[in-house]
């Protein structure tokens, strides 16, 4: 898979591209990372990216210009205007970075994960021109509700959480099947009722992980991750998944 990074900042991907999981996949060839520097495609000697916004209001808004033009470059194409819109290259995604956009969720990362080409663009400043995430934009995606001060951070996290997805990049593939978040897929016949919370829940919350010591500072391992009955170990970690979904997660659980 192939990243594109657009950014006025190309020296804040220094750091987190270099480490852990991604560095070993760029290392492997599982993923190709390129960053595009955003002010190459500005027209004036300040290298202007920006602008005061139609209509009035604080601070200022990416323009659509180099946007358009950087990633036009980036697949060789152009990306057409009002009367016409060329259809991307098969299997690629222009997204935009942006505190508007849809919630980034781990299934969201396997569907990212799916395509062969990923092209982020990092909002700045108030926004970005409108017209980038109508026009040029196949998907606009939010980390979450907050705001951030641009979105390379959020980038980087979507390129982190789509990577190890991909196979070859964790070394063990069952190691994305047991996930913080994953889906709820549970034999219903082992429930005792339809009202039961695992028939309630979308998704699940990871169940909780002990290791050595046995006991630490009084604090013991629960008995049944000790006693190597696994079908009681299974039924233990669903059970404290859906408690965990419960105290830290209740959206999750379908009213």
Not at 213 to 224: F, L, M, Q, S, T
Request: glycine share 8%; with cysteine.
């Amino acid at each position: 898979m192939r990243f594109d990074l657009i950014t006025i900042f190309p020296e804040f991907f220094t750091g987190p591209l270099d480490h852990g999981i991604v560095r070993r996949a760029r290392e492997a060839g599982i993923v190709q990372i390129h960053v595009q520097d955003l002010r190459e495609f500005t027209k004036d000697r300040h290298k202007t990216v920006d602008d005061r916004p139609f209509g009035g209001g604080e601070g200022m808004v990416l323009k659509p210009e180099p946007l358009f033009e950087a990633v036009e470059k980036l697949l060789g194409q152009p990306m057409g205007d009002s009367l016409q819109k060329p259809a991307l290259p098969a299997g690629t995604s222009v997204v935009l970075l942006s505190a508007s956009g849809k919630l980034f969720t781990q299934e969201t990362a396997r569907r990212l994960a799916k395509l062969e080409r990923i092209i982020l663009i990092c909002g700045r400043y108030e926004g970005v021109d409108e017209r980038v995430a109508e026009h040029l934009a196949t998907e606009e995606i939010s980390i979450g509700d907050y705001v951030l001060s641009g979105g390379e951070l959020p980038a980087a996290i979507v390129l982190d959480a789509v990577t190890r997805l991909l196979p070859g990049a964790l070394g063990n593939e069952a190691s994305t099947e047991n996930e913080s978040f994953r889906k709820l897929d549970v034999d219903k016949s082992a429930t005792t009722a339809s009202t039961s919370p695992l028939h309630k829940a979308r998704l699940l919350l990871d169940y909780p992980h002990y290791t050595r010591p046995a006991e630490y500072r009084g604090w013991k391992v629960p008995d049944v991750l000790i006693g190597g009955h696994h079908a009681e170990v299974a039924k233990w970690r669903t059970q404290q998944a859906v408690e965990k979904t419960r105290r830290n997660r209740p959206d999750l659980l379908v009213s």
